[in-house]
């Protein structure tokens, strides 16, 4: 069973920095693409931003409203996935989800809430 | 960017009848390596993470009741509810998994009626 759990969620202050981790278990995680989506209080799905796997180049990929601020690296002796935050702006609040991606989406994170103040 | 655009934005179905959400696509997202197109439809109840329903236009995840359907080809899909019970409550979204930025639907809340 496909099993994310994301942590590292919390408070901070715009401008601000937070990194976001999600430890993956219950599938090949080293040949998994690995995305992070998000989630506005009360609004709909986001796609956040991709890494493929190694074979691949672990090339990463971008919603055009974090490019140059987030970053997402992976750790497959770890079977972790994780979103470097910087430059935070409160259009950030929302909650991380950590998806799995092998020949189709086959899971998600519970989700981990990052919340951006003034 | 590929735009993906469901619809009803809400619906209301009696129990036991059927419940259909439509989605499209502005670009047919077909992988030439499978010749399958990635879209997948999700299933989100209050509190949730979205549960996966139906990958590749049509295949049901493995636990998904058989009463949920998907269809489609091109740039139009839907997502059938055969018999509607009231655990099916929840907002759905389908999503082309093809080309990043991989994008959703607005969503979809389906209600008793």
């Known amino acids: 069973e496909v099993q994310l759990v994301e942590s590292g969620g919390g408070l901070v202050k715009s401008g601000g920095s937070l990194r976001l981790s999600c430890a993956a278990s219950?599938?090949?995680?080293?040949?998994?693409?690995m995305n992070w989506v998000r989630q506005a209080p009360g609004k709909g799905l986001e796609w956040v931003g991709q890494?493929?796997?190694?074979?691949?180049?672990?090339?990463?990929e971008y919603a055009a409203p974090v490019k140059g601020r987030f970053t997402i690296s992976r750790d497959d002796s770890e079977n972790t996935l994780n979103l470097q935050m910087n430059s935070l702006k409160i259009e950030d609040t929302a909650v991380y989800y950590c998806?799995?991606?092998?020949?189709?989406?086959?899971?998600w994170g519970q989700g981990t809430l990052v919340t951006v103040s003034s | 960017d590929i735009v993906m655009t469901q619809s009803p934005d809400s619906l209301a179905v009696s129990l036991g009848e059927r419940a259909t959400i439509n989605c499209r696509s502005s670009?047919?997202?077909?992988?030439?390596?499978?010749?399958?197109?990635?879209l997948a439809w999700y299933q989100q109840k209050p509190g949730q993470p979205p549960k996966v329903l139906i990958n590749?236009?049509?295949t049901r995840e493995s636990g998904v009741p058989d009463r949920f359907s998907g269809s489609g080809s091109g740039t139009d899909f839907t997502l059938t509810i055969s018999s509607l019970q009231a655990e099916d409550v929840a907002v759905y979204y389908c999503?082309?998994?093809?080309?990043?930025?991989?994008?959703f639907g607005q969503g979809t809340k389906l209600e008793i009626k």
């Open positions: 998806v799995a991606e092998y020949w189709g989406i086959i899971g």
């Open positions: 219950g599938f090949s995680f080293s040949d998994a693409w």
């Open positions: 890494i493929k796997r190694k074979s691949d180049g672990e090339a990463t």
């Open positions: 670009q047919i997202a077909l992988y030439s390596s499978n010749n399958k197109i990635c």
């Open positions: 590749w236009t049509s």
């Open positions: 999503q082309q998994c093809y080309s990043t930025p991989y994008s």
